[in-house]
């Protein structure tokens, strides 16, 4: 029997009507890459975003289906791409600026993409590879000067477009199972592969990162946007503040440690998202430059890459600010798990409750998550058994976009992700590795994300990747690029070996250490371990 329930579509636009209509009066405030700061209300970018979809339809011939690409930071006019491109039944392909010109140029084909939204200061990236755009009809710059001279072909100002349209739209009836949003892996192993969100999947992503077991955002709140709107939509955030009505604020290109902590500081910022590049910058500036006033900051949220347990305790002993973790994917749209302690939890010590925090987390629910060895079976849990991790639910990819990619897929239908962790009684995950990056030494297997966190800890480490080099006896060995904090005086191998002996067993311990200035880093700011071995293996790491 049917149950009798109105069959009310979960779209981007009943997020939008939905914050219009409750929360017109909440802010988007955007520090521009010139620094200034403008702020605008929900109710004013919900006309904008009408006359977007009308300039959309009627100027720039967009039409059901057709792809929009975004090629900008975070800010309120990429906002209302979110809103307004797919609220018209096109799709907001958001474009990563960090990857290589032949990835984008590659993306932008696959994708074929209509028209580009981009900002001014990003123009000369895509002006290098325009000849080679074979879908491109037009380009729209954002925040643009009048007099802005490109080689860009077919340009339009951002505000002209809007200017000359109504702010009255009806938006079309769409499915909630159609596209709404595309956005691209960051191809750290081969080419770039599209995932493709639907309307339903976005919708119920950002209804369960609003929670309070999950992102735990309400109307009470000022978010501080840090991952950027073009890798996997800024986690959902974009539309959990809209419903959660939540003020937002976004840092376009300030991204750098000092102007983020001025930015928390001047807006009253009491929620932040980024991955922990992002929070390691911010809290070793905390560290030089003590606020005056105590941050309303209450807790960031960090994924992406692990989270060493040594940030989180600093964080909340320093500062009083609590670091929340997560994972995901972009194919999971991205959150698929967070960690958080639950009651059955406070009697625990302060140690113990950190190593659960330092997890990976739960599901939420609408995501199930199974742990299996290599025959495919599934492995006890007890947060020490490592297999597979597979992912299923209802914001986690199907298909890519134009391939199947079978090999993602098992038979009954799980999405292989390709991380390999552990899985407890109380269903906390924990990553140990990505397939890939897994140390065999001797036969027997070593995380490099258990040595990372851990020589994070030393007081003199500021970061540390791990990677495994090829060796004559053991077939591979681990090798730590570490970078100190300045002024952290001489740090010797010995010392780091000796720091990691109560932890590790001796053959997981690393015996080649390169001090680095930087670690090499990827389009979405983690560790490239690609590069990292690419580099050792080319002699340039001694
Ligand atoms: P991306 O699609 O670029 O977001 O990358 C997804 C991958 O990042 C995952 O498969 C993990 O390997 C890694 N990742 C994401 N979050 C975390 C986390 N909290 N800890 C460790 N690895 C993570």
Aim: with cysteine.
């Amino acid at each position: 029997m049917q149950g009798l329930i109105q069959p009310y579509p979960l779209t981007t636009t009943a997020i939008l009507e939905y914050g219009n209509r409750v929360f017109h009066h909440k802010r988007i405030i955007t520090y521009l890459p010139d620094g200034t700061r403008h702020a605008y209300t929900f109710g004013e970018m919900y006309l904008r975003c009408k006359q977007l979809a009308n300039a959309l339809r009627n100027t720039l011939g967009v039409g059901r289906g057709d792809m929009v690409g975004t090629f900008a930071w975070n800010h309120g006019p990429h906002v209302e791409l979110y809103y307004g491109v797919s609220g018209m039944g096109a799709v907001c392909h958001t474009i990563n600026i960090r990857l290589s010109s032949n990835q984008i140029e590659y993306i932008i084909n696959h994708s074929e993409d209509k028209v580009i939204f981009v900002d001014a200061t990003l123009v000369p990236l895509l002006e290098k590879i325009a000849n080679q755009l074979e879908t491109v009809e037009h380009y729209v710059l954002i925040n643009a000067p009048a007099d802005f001279s490109t080689t860009l072909p077919n340009t339009l100002h951002y505000e002209d477009l809007l200017a000359e349209q109504p702010d009255e739209y009806d938006w079309p009836e769409i499915d909630e199972n159609e596209a709404c949003g595309m956005c691209y892996t960051s191809g750290t192993t081969g080419l770039p592969k599209g995932v493709l969100y639907s309307h339903r999947s976005t919708y119920l992503h950002a209804l369960t990162i609003m929670t309070p077991n999950a992102g735990n955002l309400s109307s009470q709140d000022i978010a501080l946007l840090v991952v950027p709107q073009f890798h996997v939509m800024a986690w959902g955030y974009p539309y959990v503040c809209v419903m959660a009505g939540a003020d937002m604020v976004m840092p376009s290109s300030n991204l750098q440690p000092a102007a983020l902590v001025d930015i928390l500081q001047r807006e009253r910022v009491t929620r932040a998202n980024g991955v922990p590049t992002i929070w390691l910058g911010i809290y070793h500036e905390l560290k030089k430059n003590p606020p005056a006033e105590k941050l309303a900051l209450r807790e960031y949220v960090v994924g992406g890459s692990a989270l060493p347990k040594s940030l989180i305790a600093g964080f909340e002993r320093d500062f009083g600010i609590r670091g929340v973790h997560a994972w995901g994917m972009t194919e999971t749209s991205p959150l698929g798990t967070l960690s958080r302690i639950q009651s059955k939890h406070a009697s625990l010590s302060d140690d113990e409750q950190l190593t659960i925090r330092a997890k990976q987390g739960i599901a939420f629910p609408g995501i199930e998550l199974r742990v299996v060895s290599e025959d495919g079976t599934p492995v006890p849990r007890d947060g020490q058994t490592m297999g597979e991790l597979q992912i299923r639910g209802a914001w986690v990819i199907n298909a890519y976009f134009k391939t199947l990619n079978k090999e993602s897929f098992t038979a009954d239908g799980w999405f292989r992700t390709g991380d390999v962790s552990t899985i407890d009684e109380d269903s906390y995950m924990e990553i140990k590795d990505r397939t890939k990056d897994l140390i065999k030494s001797g036969g027997e297997w070593i995380s490099s994300v258990a040595l990372e966190s851990a020589l994070m800890a030393h007081p003199g480490v500021k970061e540390a990747a791990v990677v495994a080099i090829p060796d004559d006896k053991w077939v591979e060995r681990p090798l730590a690029s570490v970078v100190l904090l300045e002024g952290a005086g001489r740090v010797t191998p010995e010392d780091l070996m000796d720091f990691l002996s109560p932890n590790f067993v001796s053959y997981q311990i690393p015996r080649d250490f390169v001090f680095l200035k930087d670690v090499p880093k990827t389009s979405v700011g983690k560790f490239d371990k690609k590069e990292i071995r690419r580099r050792h293996a080319a002699g340039e790491l001694v």
